[in-house]
């Protein structure tokens, strides 16, 4: 199987990048044709701060082949550097209804807030459509959140395909499904919006101060906490804990007459050693950044051969080749 998905460098990998997505990505290399790409130009939408951008975009390829994507397994690129997908999209935005893009969340959703929302943003679902169709994707993975923009995109290819031919083959969502509920330092989503977050590879030393300053519930060391399931730190260490240590820390909340500081504690020790060999893999790889940069170079020559095919099955349809 064909399998596509972009991450946008806004910022540097959180652990809910890695365990709602990154995690799936590298598990999805295997046996499969995969395309993986850092999407900066859907970035450009919130980034625009060229040297942050740039920084970014080469902090997400390290933390990427640093967790495990392997380049001779998975094709890494940088969407930029695929310019057939640029002409791809307006091909498709030529038959693009705004009234279908007006009602897309993410636009819709500034707009009721009264915010100012630009082009970029109004026509990301065909930018995201073009970097879909253009590898023959047959599987995207996504979150909840983006499955409008597959409908979206297959709509576009379907339509497409009416008036010009079978020309795009038509994708279908696989939706993330996070290994746990990933919650943030303050107990809701963990996301960079909310300013919440705990990077990949933060340094050791403030990461494990944010953890000792999670906010905690207000019972006695000695009460039972039977809904350990329910607890923002439990959901934290059963994602980097082995069976054996869940089961364990899960009969400490049941018996209690424990502190929070031993659970934080436990969970920094447990992110810790569950990152030591990537967080190992990335300072060597930003050694030789020349090095990280010849793999995307080469990961956009094959995506461009891929694309360059597909844009000239799609002009040749419609008649501009």
Not at 178 to 188: I, M, N, R, W
Not at 210 to 218: A, C, L, W
Request: proline share 5%; glycine share 8%; with cysteine.
């Amino acid at each position: 199987m064909k399998v596509l998905s972009g991450i946008q460098p806004t910022g540097r990998f959180h652990w809910g990048n890695y365990f709602g997505a990154i995690q799936q990505y590298i598990d999805l290399q295997h046996g499969n044709e995969a395309y993986y790409f850092i999407a900066n130009l859907h970035a450009l939408n919130t980034v625009r701060d060229p040297k942050a951008l740039s920084g970014y975009t080469l902090d997400a390829a390290l933390d990427l082949l640093a967790l495990g994507l392997d380049p001779s397994k998975a094709i890494l690129f940088v969407q930029s550097d695929v310019p057939e997908v640029s002409e791809l999209c307006w091909l498709l935005m030529t038959g693009t209804p705004m009234s279908m893009l007006a009602n897309c969340h993410a636009y819709k959703a500034k707009k009721e807030k009264g915010l100012p929302a630009d082009v970029g943003l109004f026509t990301y679902p065909v930018l995201m459509a073009a970097d879909i169709l253009a590898y023959d994707a047959e599987i995207v993975p996504v979150g909840e959140d983006q499955i409008q923009h597959i409908e979206v995109c297959r709509d576009l290819a379907g339509s497409f395909n009416h008036h010009f031919g079978e020309v795009f083959v038509l994708p279908k969502a696989r939706v993330l499904q996070a290994t746990a509920k990933v919650p943030g330092l303050d107990g809701e989503k963990m996301s960079k919006s909310y300013n919440n977050t705990i990077e990949v590879f933060e340094p050791i030393g403030p990461a494990r101060k944010k953890i000792m300053r999670i906010p905690t519930d207000s019972r006695p060391m000695e009460e039972p906490k039977p809904d350990y399931e329910g607890d923002n730190l439990y959901q934290l260490f059963s994602l980097f804990a082995t069976e054996a240590q869940k089961a364990e820390m899960a009969a400490m909340y049941q018996k209690g007459g424990f502190g929070y500081g031993t659970v934080k504690k436990a969970l920094a020790d447990a992110a810790e050693t569950y990152f030591a060999a990537a967080r190992e893999r990335r300072e060597k790889l930003a050694a030789d950044p020349a090095g990280v940069k010849e793999i995307l170079r080469d990961g956009a020559a094959r995506a461009r051969k891929k694309a360059g095919e597909v844009l000239s099955r799609a002009k040749k349809a419609c008649g501009v080749a």
